[in-house]
């Protein structure tokens, strides 16, 4: 079978995606980034014969398959369309679209195009979460009515080592990242366990901004958003964005009429299974603790690749769509990625509104998308300088100290 050509879009990420694209024995051809000292670094690490580029409308004219975009995470929208124009298969990590406008131009253009474009979350393929898929997707839960994401990640205020890899300049994407907007890995997992799309989103923020003397150029005062959605199949979702209170976790559970499952805080990927005693099926226990299997041929590759194995998993089922010419199914398809952009987005929104409920739009269709078209207000600094035009906090006058600063700066050289 013909080796798939590949080309990587930011040397950070990116390469660590490459390395599954290797074992599923695609080649990978293309390198690009703008950081000249990553780039020498992923080809490296690539095996040292990958081109490398600094533009990417150079890097997009090499011979190849399919790119994973894996740039700075709210600007994959240009080069998604850009891919798909040339009939370049997109592998786009993260939010799709960051502004309302740029969901609409990338619906707009995959339409026009034959290109498989597929969102690169990873964490439904973890393994309690290929677990709560099976049980929910099964119907020994009976109907789903209720579900719940948490993506929990505090970081430690003097960890230099992760300020130099992922936060590297005082205008750095993740200094403005509003709570609701890193949002895929809370949704994503729900929304493939229960088939369910958001279609309407509130959501409130909880202000706790870094103590006074510990070193930060964050702009965002929040440490948590709760964000409530109401589905399309009448069920209530219930998660976060990117969390930070309490201890890192990643929590998920799956309720419906007849039981529930649950992933199991701080003992993944142990499973948490429970029946109603009067409705369980027959041979089941009424409650269960267990570690579920991979029953899969390639649980050595899994086990071995990041994110508890979702690395490896999301890119072979990706590969498996190129080759069969077929758009990925929900959630992983452009339509549900664009949905849960707009999640991010809206209830950001809702957040600085005090709770306002908004609908989430179908770009399938004309009037919404002609109601979000020229929507581009963002909390981000544009690429080009400009500045936000959004609050990134819902307290719009936070900002750090200078105390704060002159400590992440030193941090960051040193």
């Not at 498989?116 to 290929?130: D, G, H, I, S, T």
């Not at 300049?169 to 809370?186: I, K, P, Q």
């Not at 003992?267 to 570690?291: C, F, H």
Request: hydrophobic share 35%; glycine share 8%.
């Amino acid at each position: 079978m013909k080796k798939l050509k590949i080309g990587v879009f930011g040397a950070g990420r990116g390469v660590d995606l490459a390395k599954s694209f290797m074992l599923l024995n695609c080649e990978i051809v293309a390198l690009c980034d703008f950081h000249t000292e990553r780039l020498a670094e992923g080809r490296r690490l690539l095996g040292g014969e990958v081109a490398t580029f600094t533009c990417f409308d150079d890097f997009i004219k090499t011979e190849m398959d399919a790119v994973i975009l894996a740039n700075y995470f709210h600007e994959h929208t240009p080069y998604a369309i850009q891919c798909m124009q040339r009939g370049i298969h997109v592998f786009s990590e993260c939010i799709s679209n960051g502004t309302m406008a740029e969901g609409v131009e990338l619906i707009r253009a995959f339409e026009k195009c034959n290109a498989v474009y597929m969102l690169a979350e990873n964490y439904p393929q973890m393994l309690f979460n290929r677990e709560m898929h099976r049980l929910a997707r099964g119907g020994s839960l009976g109907k789903i009515l209720y579900a719940e994401g948490e993506y929990n990640h505090p970081s430690s205020p003097t960890d230099s080592a992760f300020m130099k890899q992922y936060n590297y300049f005082e205008e750095h994407w993740r200094n403005y990242l509003a709570r609701t907007y890193y949002v895929t890995h809370s949704l994503g997992p729900i929304m493939w366990a229960t088939g369910a799309t958001p279609r309407r989103v509130t959501a409130f923020s909880v202000f706790a901004p870094t103590e006074s003397d510990q070193p930060s150029a964050s702009r965002v005062g929040d440490r948590a958003s709760l964000i409530m959605t109401q589905n399309d199949d009448g069920s209530v979702f219930r998660f976060t964005g990117c969390a930070a209170f309490g201890a890192h976790h990643n929590a998920y559970r799956v309720c419906g009429t007849k039981g529930q499952i649950e992933s199991v805080r701080g003992l993944s990927p142990q499973v948490m299974l429970r029946y109603n005693d009067w409705e369980k099926p027959e041979g089941a226990e009424e409650i269960r603790l267990y570690t579920p299997s991979w029953n899969d041929p390639d649980e050595e590759f899994i086990i071995r690749s990041g994110h508890g194995g979702g690395d490896y998993l999301t890119v072979r089922y990706f590969i498996e769509c190129v080759r069969a010419g077929k758009q990925p199914e929900h959630p992983f398809d452009v339509h549900s990625a664009v949905a849960m952009s707009s999640v991010a987005i809206l209830a950001h929104r809702s957040a600085l509104e005090g709770g306002k409920p908004y609908e989430i739009p179908d770009f399938t269709r004309e009037e919404w998308r002609v109601r979000y078209e020229n929507d581009r207000l963002s909390p981000f600094p544009g690429s080009n300088g400009e500045a936000p035009t959004l609050p990134c906090c819902t307290q719009s006058d936070y900002a750090p100290t200078e105390a704060q600063l002159e400590g992440y700066r030193r941090l960051i050289k040193n």
